[in-house]
């Protein structure tokens, strides 16, 4: 091994060790947090005997130029929630018939989409772009609105919250989606696509406004999402530990926002573990494309720290459980990775449990942002989800090929 290899080693080990015993230091809470530090430590460890610190960081720049991710804009639009807050989304609209007609045979049969729009809602941390290779795969054949939740990706700062204190809740959220349907899509049929937190805010929407569910919604695709007792989730980390942090993790959140650009400094220092961690709760494939694992770094990096302690504790009190009986009688997909550590795939059978009706599809060697890591999946069942939903005629199928 070269003197340069032994001290990245060093250097590395150090971090591994310092991972753990810091986070010790603060208790049995402390120490569950410890052991992801640790293995995300540990990987950045083996990385750092080969790979220099100048070439990671060259590796990391090339990666945002070059990576096409993200990049796909529509013709943006502005909503406003009953607190004011601007909420940004973009439409994508259906090209017109002729010029889409074998792109349209391709996805669906030979019949093509009848006026549909599909709005799509993303999940915490992140932003309309994780919908990226869906939206590559939809793009001019049927109508498509993407929008930022509130404080994410290019909306404002929820009011309620920066003005007055107000703590977020998902019903919020399922407020600010219905501002966006009523300014991006008014009328006409509707097909409802969440992840996550999104998945979240679409049933919050179906159980305040359950009449636009029944006159306008004609499907629903549920992704990698929970409808309740998200407070049981261990996140991978041992059960009694876990305890220890949901005691502890919304104070600690609440004190990091209130030091928000001390803890963004932080982060951009510790970089190579931050990406570490997110690798880890992102996906569970080992052969990830480097450029769609910095992707989601990125968009999980421009969520402010005061904005995740604003929404987490809103994640403890969700269930909407009951509100997915206003989907009973539609289309719907639920789907998930079967190793997603953020919102288990338990979470999305019992959602399937109570939509028996529902397509269910567990996704192998997936983590939470499956539609990343596996988007010929997603995209093609919600294909499939479009034909069922009428967005073409009964007798198409996405399935088939017109030849």
């Known amino acids: 091994?070269?003197?340069?290899?032994?001290?990245?080693?060093?250097?590395?080990?150090?971090?591994?060790?310092?991972?753990?015993?810091?986070?010790?230091?603060a208790g049995i809470a402390g120490a569950a947090i410890g052991v992801v530090a640790a293995g995300a430590a540990a990987g950045v460890a083996i990385e750092r005997m080969t790979v220099g610190r100048g070439m990671r960081k060259k590796a990391r720049l090339a990666l945002d130029a070059s990576g096409p991710y993200g990049s796909l804009r529509g013709m943006p639009g502005k909503a406003y929630a009953d607190d004011g807050t601007e909420l940004s989304y973009e439409v994508d609209e259906a090209e017109p018939e002729s010029a889409q007609a074998p792109r349209r045979r391709r996805l669906f049969g030979r019949k093509v989409p009848a006026p549909v729009t599909v709005v799509f809602s993303h999940g915490y941390c992140l932003s309309q772009d994780s919908w990226h290779f869906q939206r590559a795969a939809l793009r001019g054949v049927v109508r498509c609105v993407y929008w930022d939740q509130r404080s994410h990706g290019r909306s404002g700062r929820g009011a309620a919250q920066l003005d007055d204190g107000k703590p977020v809740s998902i019903d919020q959220l399922g407020r600010?989606?219905?501002?966006?349907?009523?300014?991006?899509?008014p009328e006409g049929p509707l097909v409802l696509v969440g992840h996550s937190m999104g998945g979240m805010t679409t049933m919050a929407l179906a159980d305040q406004f359950p009449e636009l569910i029944r006159e306008r919604v004609v499907g629903v695709a549920l992704v990698g999402t929970s409808a309740g007792r998200l407070g049981q989730v261990n996140f991978g980390l041992p059960v009694a530990g876990m305890n220890a942090v949901r005691r502890v993790l919304p104070g600690v959140l609440k004190a990091l926002g209130s030091q928000a650009d001390l803890v963004e400094r932080g982060r951009r220092a510790t970089s190579d573990l931050f990406a570490g961690i997110i690798k880890r709760y992102s996906f569970s494939s080992k052969d990830v494309d480097p450029a769609i694992s910095r992707f989601a770094e990125r968009m999980i990096e421009s969520t402010p720290i005061d904005v995740v302690a604003e929404f987490y504790p809103a994640f403890a009190e969700h269930d909407k459980a009951e509100a997915l009986r206003y989907f009973a009688e539609l289309p719907?997909?639920?789907?998930?990775?079967?190793?997603?550590?953020?919102?288990?795939?338990?979470?999305?059978?019992?959602?399937?449990?109570?939509l028996p009706e529902a397509e269910f599809v567990l996704v192998p060697d997936a983590g939470h942002l499956v539609m990343l890591e596996h988007p010929e999946v997603v995209t093609d069942r919600l294909a499939d989800l479009l034909a069922r939903a009428g967005a073409v005629p009964a007798a198409a199928d996405a399935r088939t090929s017109s030849g």
């Open 1 to 25: 091994m070269s003197e340069s290899s032994t001290g990245a080693a060093a250097e590395a080990v150090t971090e591994v060790a310092a991972a753990a015993g810091n986070w010790r230091r």
């Open 332 to 354: 719907v997909l639920v789907l998930a990775g079967e190793k997603d550590l953020v919102t288990p795939s338990e979470h999305s059978e019992a959602i399937a449990d109570l």
């Open 176 to 185: 600010d989606l219905k501002a966006v349907i009523d300014a991006a899509a």
